[in-house]
């Protein structure tokens, strides 16, 4: 039974296509597994996203954790890292976002949180899969079943935001546009930026589960919008948010999208500035990172794709700063592990209050290196073993070899970094180069390597 919907349970949460793949009842057995692994005990705080289906879920999810003897406080509609926040400020054992992220507005999911922020990882999410399949749930008595409570949202949303103006405020009047997606970035980001003192223009301002402005992934919309508003209003910073907000793709003063990784270093400079500390970045982030940090004495640590990876490993780290190629920023250096991007888009405003030039002259100082990316399939039962068989090979003949996320083969001037999908039949492969010219030799050699050992494998 549920074979079909196995697909769901991901590594970092539960995702799918809502009264497809989540249906009430499918929702309320995930809570009532969720709730059987924490042994029916403490409180969980919920929050949720901007869907249609988001209420729905929240309503299914807390009949099951409550049944077995669990306390749900509904936060209501926030962006993720103001519910993140919340669990980690308050007395929680745990936490849950109802959000599917930036995926297209039919998708929904269920993402679990410790009761420090961070994100559920790997054995954790397979624990709860495991339960809700053997179906051993720990049910409470009809008498003892949790209680149900509704906190005041916008006074979450005020402590929220004035804990951020603690730490990050622009020394003057910055003009920044917000692109807030249509989605739950509306109900914190404009009120943090007028508050810290912006003069703030907001667009697809109106929450709508629908996504009518644009698509709620701003890393693949081209912002025409936002790039244009920018130019056109004389703009310091522009903003878009993806649709739960732990997204946020930077726009310059010249309308030009920001590479993240880009962004992240001029944060990790300014900071490493107040603190020395380790910076955290995925394994697929630009070399400039390195080469950039390095002059100031900076300690890049790298780690698995996936932002619940970059939380954990900056924690193990105790770092002061992180980065995900898709747009998560990290902020250790302020007390908490998960990721807030619009805290982090603030940061990116008193970086610019304080100095006398533009965001687009801070980001031509930094390199632009040519990248490629490709998917090549290879059916599941073999793409492990072809990544094995490419690492064993390098390793033989002395390349340098990263194996942090599948295979990562370092060059003086270059690298490549091949590692199976989690979610498809394909392997993935990210060539970064100083040169045009070495990117495509490496890519047509690695390419066809790939090709062959499936083959082989095969």
């Known amino acids: 039974m549920y074979k079909e919907i196995e697909h769901i349970f991901r590594a970092y949460d ?3 296509v809502y009264n497809q793949d989540l249906t009430p009842e499918i929702v309320a057995r995930i809570g009532t597994a969720f709730g059987t692994l924490l042994n029916g005990e403490g409180t969980i705080a919920i929050g949720k996203d901007v869907r249609t289906s988001s209420t729905a879920i929240e309503n299914a999810l807390t009949a099951g954790i409550t049944s077995t003897g669990i306390n749900v406080e509904l936060l209501g509609t926030l962006p993720i890292q103001v519910t993140n926040w919340t669990t980690w400020q308050g007395n929680y054992k745990a936490g849950i976002v109802i959000t599917a992220s930036h995926n297209p507005p039919e998708y929904n999911g269920v993402r679990f949180r410790h009761s420090d922020g961070t994100g559920y990882i790997d054995k954790e999410n397979e624990k709860i899969k495991e339960i809700f399949y053997k179906g051993n749930f720990k049910l409470a008595k009809w008498n003892k079943i949790g209680k149900i409570s509704q906190k005041d949202t916008e006074e979450i949303i005020q402590r929220y935001v004035d804990f951020a103006l603690k730490h990050v405020k622009p020394e003057k009047k910055m003009k920044v546009v917000l692109d807030l997606g249509n989605g739950a970035a509306t109900y914190a980001a404009p009120k943090l930026f007028k508050e810290a003192g912006c003069e ?3 667009i697809n301002e109106k929450p709508d589960g629908t996504f009518p402005g644009r698509t709620p992934d701003p890393l693949e919309d081209p912002l025409e919008k936002l790039r ?84 954990r490993t900056a924690k193990e780290s105790n770092a002061i700063f992180g980065v995900e190629i898709s747009a998560h920023y990290f902020l250790p250096i302020f007390g908490f592990y998960f990721d807030d991007a619009i805290l982090a888009s603030l940061l990116m405003t008193e970086i610019l209050s304080k100095i006398d030039k533009k965001l687009s002259q801070l980001l031509d100082e930094i390199p632009t290196y040519p990248i490629k ?21 390098h390793i033989e003949k002395g390349y340098k070899v990263d194996t942090t996320d599948g295979v990562k083969i370092l060059f003086d001037d270059a690298w490549i970094l091949i590692r199976p999908s989690n979610t498809e039949p394909k392997i993935r492969m990210t060539i970064e180069a100083h040169t045009t010219g070495k990117l495509n030799e490496l890519f047509k050699k690695y390419k066809e390597k790939i090709a062959k050992l499936i083959q082989q494998v095969t």
């Open 14 to 16: 539960i995702r799918g």
């Open 373 to 393: 990316r490709t998917n090549i399939p290879c059916p599941d039962k073999i793409k492990f073993k072809v990544i094995e068989q490419l690492k064993e090979e």
């Open 228 to 311: 244009e508003t920018v130019v056109r209003r004389k703009a310091d910073l522009g903003v878009a948010f993806d649709g739960d907000g732990d997204r946020a793709i930077m726009v310059d003063d010249l309308g030009r999208k920001v590479q993240t990784e880009k962004a992240g270093i001029i944060m990790a400079k300014y900071l490493l500035q107040r603190k020395k500390g380790k910076i955290v970045a995925n394994i697929s982030c630009s070399m400039a990172i390195e080469e950039e940090l390095s002059k100031i004495s900076g300690e890049v640590v790298r780690c698995r794709v996936g932002d619940v990876f970059v939380a």
């Open 200 to 202: 703030v223009i907001t």
